[in-house]
């Protein structure tokens, strides 16, 4: 091995945040490293701050200008946060992708809708791939989706155990137990680096078990009389098993809501998953039924706009109406930045009469990432050398690392995206920063955050547009003006309407040159709106010479 070899870490996304999780790592001398990408996820746009970008991507442009010697993209889990970036992003790579049954299912749906051929190799639960200088096994540890796994990846210089989302759940209800056997062998073998989830880690004890919400809501349901929906990750498989068994134990037939309900069900199915899944009824046929005889499952519990949901709270959903006396249950918790969403859905429901209960009133969730005493518990099985906390916003990252000193692992990292650690050899150390950031999926287009679109939106949201559009003959003078003013009240737009007739009437094409009258006119339009107005529309002038 050559003694120029070095093993390193380069988180692109999901450092910093929750979401966009991409973490790379080489091996080889600097200047030829070979890389393995472990995830490839998206965060979602907000109208606040993205208005019009539905997805938001990691930048990776450093790998893509090395894709050469890219050897492949391995996913821990099927959450749009881990691959929902794959079929946008791999026409820059155009490297293997592996992952378990479900999560290639998923995958090969993403690559299928956005017309990229590209294959997706299947690897068995439990299973292992070797890529270059990286032997990687896939560990079965439990979190809110079928299929999770740890990854221990082997390389020359050293063990590293990737844990992808995970918590350690005695009763996951689908699929296994966390493998702790496993886990612990890889401490006794001796864990170089644990590369974990930061997302609760200021959240004292445990994050409890799917078995005690199938409970819960098996009781809660048996006690609603008329219609029912539950809205819950889709993702979350048993959580729509235990939704469907406490439906089945009630008398009650199930309807699916929602594209993102009926794909991940059919491939939980077509992976050997939800074997007693009762058949289910489109939301047309739910419709017919007694209000005491159905249960909808339903997407939209984080208040998108156009998921299920909040068209049956709008009243707009072609099949499914709730009215006076049903029920909405939140099988799931509030993320950040959703909030004022969600309380808007709440408050939609509550006035068409419909009884809303969520996490904050009934045991009806709980979180699929490990809470203190799991992550500690981990640690314990692991002991590695370094802890490098991810997924997280920052105040978890150090509050991860504080933790990890605190049971006594030497070095605790606190990466940041674009940051290059090495690992080994030597001490863990930061060594470079590399270009990284976020790409919007606008539409069907992909743009660099930095082009400045969604700032121009959010302009124009504030205080509208105002485009002037000026013919002016072949003597230079004005021959004809249009002013079109969006989102601002009448009277502003009779203010600039004033002010350009009377910039027009004082121009004299002999001393002012066209550019400049464009600009004049641009200002004084801007003014006047402002003065009539106390805002600065985003003002445009087009000047067209004949």
């Given at each position: ?11 692109l996304?999901?450092?910093g ?7 790379a790592?080489g091996?080889?001398?600097p200047?030829?490293?070979q890389w393995?990408v472990?995830?490839?996820?998206v965060?979602?746009g ?11 991507l990691?930048?990776i442009r ?7 010697d ?6 821990t889990h099927a ?14 790579l ?15 749906g ?5 017309g990229v ?5 299947e ?17 079965s540890?439990t ?13 020359p ?5 990737h ?6 759940d ?5 699929g296994?137990v ?6 612990k062998?890889?401490?006794?073998e ?8 930061s997302?609760n880690?200021?959240?004292?004890g445990?994050s ?15 006690g609603l ?14 959580r ?10 009630h ?6 809501v ?9 491939a ?7 074997k ?20 909808y499952?339903?997407?939209?519990s ?8 909040s ?11 709730l ?25 939609k429901?509550?006035f ?45 990252m150090?509050?991860?690392a504080r933790?990890a ?16 650690y ?6 863990a150390?930061?060594?470079d ?11 069907r ?5 930095g ?10 949201a ?10 002016l003959?072949?003597?230079g003078?004005?021959a ?15 203010a600039?309407?004033?002010?350009v ?16 009258l464009r ?6 339009a ?10 600065k529309?985003?003002?445009r002038v087009?000047?067209?010479e004949?």
């Amino acid at each position: 091995m050559s003694k120029s070899n070095e093993l390193v870490f380069l988180p692109l996304g999901g450092s910093g945040e929750i979401g966009m999780n991409f973490n790379a790592y080489g091996f080889g001398p600097p200047n030829r490293r070979q890389w393995i990408v472990v995830d490839c996820g998206v965060t979602f746009g907000r109208e606040t701050d993205s208005p019009g970008v539905d997805l938001i991507l990691p930048d990776i442009r450093y790998l893509a200008e090395r894709r050469e010697d890219v050897l492949g993209i391995v996913a821990t889990h099927a959450h749009e946060d881990h691959i929902g970036a794959i079929a946008h992003l791999w026409p820059m790579l155009k490297c293997p992708i592996y992952a378990t049954p479900f999560t290639a299912r998923l995958i090969e749906g993403k690559l299928a809708e956005a017309g990229v051929s590209a294959r997706v190799q299947e690897v068995s639960l439990g299973g292992s791939l070797t890529l270059g200088p990286y032997a990687i096994e896939f560990i079965s540890i439990t979190h809110s989706i079928p299929e999770p796994n740890l990854l221990a990846i082997r390389t020359p210089l050293g063990l590293i155990a990737h844990t992808g989302d995970w918590k350690l759940d005695p009763e996951p209800l689908l699929g296994a137990v966390t493998d702790a056997a496993a886990i612990k062998k890889l401490g006794d073998e001796g864990v170089l680096a644990l590369v974990c989830d930061s997302t609760n880690a200021l959240v004292p004890g445990h994050s409890g078990s799917e078995a005690q919400v199938r409970d819960s809501l098996v009781q809660l349901i048996g006690g609603l009389k008329r219609r029912i929906a539950v809205t819950a990750f889709a993702s979350n498989v048993a959580r729509l098993d235990s939704v469907a068994h406490a439906a089945k134990i009630h008398g009650r037939k199930l309807a699916l809501v929602g594209r993102s309900m009926h794909k991940i069900v059919q491939a939980a199915r077509a992976s050997g998953y939800l074997k007693d899944f009762p058949a289910v009824l489109d939301a047309a046929e739910a419709s017919e039924l007694p209000a005491g005889k159905v249960l909808y499952l339903v997407t939209g519990s984080q208040g998108e706009p156009r998921a299920a949901l909040s068209r049956i709270a709008r009243g707009n959903h072609p099949d499914v109406q709730l009215g006076k006396g049903d029920a909405v249950i939140f099988s799931s918790r509030v993320i950040p930045g959703n909030d004022l969403a969600i309380f808007e859905l709440h408050n939609k429901l509550s006035f068409l009469g419909v009884e809303v209960l969520t996490a904050e009133d009934h045991f009806v969730h709980v979180s699929g990432h490990p809470a203190r005493e799991e992550l500690a518990e981990m640690y314990r099985w692991t002991r590695p050398r370094i802890a490098v906390p991810v997924h997280g916003e920052l105040r978890h990252m150090a509050e991860h690392a504080r933790l990890a000193k605190s049971l006594q692992v030497p070095e605790a990292l606190v990466p940041a995206n674009g940051q290059l650690y090495r690992l080994a050899p030597g001490p863990a150390e930061l060594i470079d920063e590399v270009p990284s950031g976020r790409i919007h999926m606008d539409g069907r287009v992909l743009v660099a955050e930095g082009e400045g679109l969604a700032k121009a939106r959010r302009a124009m949201a504030y205080a509208g547009l105002i485009s002037i559009t000026l013919v002016l003959d072949s003597k230079g003078r004005p021959a004809a003006a249009a002013i079109l003013a969006e989102g601002m009240p009448e009277p502003v737009r009779e203010a600039v309407q004033v002010v350009v007739d009377e910039a027009l009437r004082r121009y004299n094409p002999k001393s002012t040159d066209s550019e400049a009258l464009r600009e004049a006119l641009r200002r004084a339009a801007r003014r006047a709106a402002q003065d009539a107005w106390g805002k600065k529309p985003v003002t445009r002038v087009t000047v067209v010479e004949l």
